[in-house]
């Protein structure tokens, strides 16, 4: 099992420019999560989809979007990106439920936007 | 609403050395505890959790926390130190309910000498 990819690894934007990052994960999980990780404030919630077809916001959302496209897989989209959503981003996957299961973390998407 | 304070960004120790990482919560509701360990450039790997009953938690690489209702806090032990352990810590909340989602601390950086 490769557990929860990203693509791309890497990725510089112009300011004004769109992109999608994409999150896959194989491990037939129900929820999946996307958190922003910047020096000093830790990782911060943007979106998450607790089941297929369903998104909600966490605590940064704005300036993002995000498709649950299928059960495998959770892209996040910057429509105008701005220097201040240069960040690594990171996608996260849990089986879901009422009862405690882990999240697990895909190695990231290191933004920057000039 | 949660939050969570980590009360060192920095721990410098040398090897062998013990080790403490501070962690306090604040929330009105019942949580789950978590500590993660963030290698150079890599994703986010569980150390440990608290989800009920005993307060004294194991988790990898030997380390363990204890959970103090009393104090809100969490913190993070390790009797000895490897300069492997060097990485950064986050100590994590989440409620108990069924969206898993998680509000990280600031994260402290370890930072082990020779």
């Known amino acids: 099992n490769a557990g929860v990819t990203q693509t791309p690894k890497f990725q510089v934007l112009k300011t004004g420019q769109s992109m999608t990052l994409q999150c896959a994960q194989d491990?037939?999980?129900?929820?999946m999560y996307w958190y922003r990780q910047d020096p000093g404030m830790g990782l911060r919630l943007i979106y998450y989809?607790?089941?297929?077809?369903?998104?909600d916001k966490g605590e940064v959302p704005n300036g993002y979007n995000v498709s649950r496209l299928n059960k495998r897989e959770f892209s996040l989209r910057l429509e105008s990106a701005a220097p201040s959503q240069t960040s690594v981003y990171f996608c996260a996957s849990r089986i879901g439920g009422g009862n405690y299961n882990e999240q697990f973390f895909g190695p990231g998407t290191r933004l920057t936007v000039l | 609403a949660q939050s969570v304070t980590q009360l060192d960004s920095q721990v410098p120790v040398f090897e062998e050395a013990p080790v403490e990482l501070r962690c306090n919560y604040s929330?009105?509701?019942?949580?789950?505890l978590f500590w993660y360990v963030q290698y150079p450039n890599q994703g986010l790997q569980l150390l440990l959790k608290?989800?009920?009953?005993?307060?004294l938690v194991k988790g990898i690489n030997g380390f363990e926390a204890e959970f103090n209702k009393s104090q809100t806090s969490f913190h993070l032990r390790k009797p000895s130190v490897h300069i492997s352990d060097t990485a950064e810590y986050f100590c994590?909340?989440?409620?108990?309910?069924?969206?898993?989602?998680?509000?990280f601390g600031q994260g402290t950086t370890l930072q082990v000498k020779p």
């Open positions: 608290y989800l009920s009953g005993s307060t």
């Open positions: 491990m037939n999980h129900n929820s």
């Open positions: 929330s009105s509701v019942s949580v789950y």
């Open positions: 989809s607790a089941s297929e077809g369903t998104t």
């Open positions: 994590a909340v989440s409620d108990t309910g069924n969206t898993g989602k998680l509000i």
